[in-house]
């Protein structure tokens, strides 16, 4: 009996808290997902930078880019097209392999990072293979934004650029 009171106290009284908690938690929660799903509240804001393509060495390419988003919503680059190429498609590296994906999200606030060695632009059966010093124009779409064009300067073909 004195055991089973004493249970049930201490049971309350650590759901109480646990439900305190939980209520913190779920509404922070709940402000992220409004911040990320956009939900009509908040608007993306793209930019593009440190943008390059590596001298392509056979009939394909990759493109490399960095999408920063400084607004409260979220945002998808769907896809890529270049005069360079009719088959661009856009790429994750997962153990050495690459594989082809849908889209890649752009968080509120957030950073999307296509570098070497991770997620990149891939173009095929290239129609010209652009040379160190040209520029290649890629225009990048969005799920909500407006599309972006942007010139991939061709660096070297083992060019990569240090981390900060
Ligand atoms: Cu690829």
Redesign the pocket.
């Known amino acids: 009996m004195s055991r089973r009171t004493g249970g049930r106290r201490g049971g309350r009284r650590g759901a109480v808290a646990r439900t305190s908690f939980t209520a913190v938690a779920l509404s922070a929660g709940l402000l992220l997902t409004g911040c990320s799903s956009g939900g009509g509240s908040g608007e993306p804001e793209l930019t593009v930078d440190n943008a390059f393509m590596p001298q392509p060495v056979s009939d ?1 390419a ?1 493109g490399f880019l960095t999408v920063r988003n400084d607004g409260s919503g979220a945002d998808k680059l769907t896809s890529v097209t270049s005069a360079i190429s009719d088959d661009v ?1 856009i ?1 994750e ?1 997962k153990n050495q392999k ?3 994906v849908a889209e890649f999200d752009i968080p509120a606030d957030g950073v999307l990072d296509l570098e070497r060695g991770g997620n ?3 173009f095929m059966k290239l129609k010209q293979r652009p040379k160190q010093g040209e520029k290649v124009s890629v225009e990048l779409r969005f799920e909500k934004s407006d599309p972006i064009t942007v010139e991939l300067p061709v660096k070297e073909p083992t060019y990569n650029p240090a981390k900060h």
Do not use: D
Request: net charge neutral; hydrophobic share 45%; glycine share 0%.
């Open positions: 394909m990759a498609t790429h590296s690459m594989r082809e990149h632009v891939m």
